[in-house]
């Protein structure tokens, strides 16, 4: 008797058992397929990101020939007028001074990067881009130093842009950005790496932080226009009454 009680018994926790891995079965395979959702529209997000990237590309490069065949024109009908000319050598002036044009000189280039990674300086986290108020104090010390043409990542430097730290990244021209950071500057080589490297001076302070920081002369460096656009939707020149 106590034989057949004790078969009821473990008939009974099997079932149990059963019915309780039955259940985390169901429940598992209903959590996978509601994964699947945003893993697909990751995906979809992800093949229209391409698309954009793709025809912003494509409009790009239609711009860049246009903008080179306008500068053909611009420059054959200077040649046949010397007003024309004076007009087409300050536009151009002016188009570099706004930063829409690329630009070679000679000048510097400087890699920052975070430390090496110890006990204190750990992987964690970039130092760099906690403390990317220092790229600013960078940035404004190469423009006291006559820096005429500035890019950061590949991001040119003008009078709009911001330096921000926006989530895991560093926004520049609001393009997310991370170490290492390569800055382009033209300028007068050996006035620039001077005033950065003065004792007390913007590269003394970011050593303190233990980022690895180099610089190099160079003799020419191409600095890569503003890709963004432009837009002011407040200032408007002001015109002069007779």
């Known amino acids: 008797m106590r034989k057949f009680s004790g078969m ?12 309780v891995i039955s259940i985390q079965i169901t429940t598992t395979q209903g959590s996978d397929q509601g994964g699947l959702i945003p893993v697909a529209k990751a995906q979809g997000y992800l093949e ?13 490069q239609e711009l860049n020939e246009l903008e080179d065949r306008l500068n053909e024109i611009e420059k054959e009908k200077a040649d046949e007028d ?10 151009e002036k002016y188009k570099m001074a706004a930063g829409v044009v690329d630009v070679k000189g000679p000048g510097v280039i400087i890699t920052v990067d975070d430390p ?27 423009k006291d130093a006559g820096a005429e043409a500035i890019s950061i990542n590949g991001q040119r ?12 990244n560093v926004n520049i021209n609001t ?15 050996e006035t620039i790496e001077s005033t950065l ?32 656009i432009l837009k002011y939707r407040y200032a408007e020149p002001v015109v002069e009454e007779e």
């Open 8 to 19: 009821i018994v473990i008939g009974l926790l099997a079932l149990f058992i059963g019915l």
């Open 48 to 60: 229209d990101l391409k698309k954009v990237r793709a025809e912003k590309d494509a409009v790009l």
């Open 82 to 91: 010397f007003f024309l000319k004076g007009i087409v050598t300050d536009l």
């Open 116 to 142: 090496i990674s110890t006990e204190e300086f750990t992987d964690e986290y970039s130092v760099i881009m906690l403390r990317y108020e220092l790229l600013l104090s960078l940035v404004n010390k190469m």
């Open 157 to 168: 430097i003008i009078v709009t842009t911001e330096i921000s730290l926006a989530g895991d």
């Open 175 to 189: 393009v997310p950005t991370a170490p290492p950071y390569i800055i382009k500057a033209i300028g007068n080589p």
């Open 197 to 228: 490297t003065i004792r007390f001076g913007i590269i003394e302070q970011m050593k303190n932080y233990n980022l690895r920081i180099t610089i190099k002369q160079e003799d020419e460096i191409v600095v890569p226009r503003y890709s963004g």
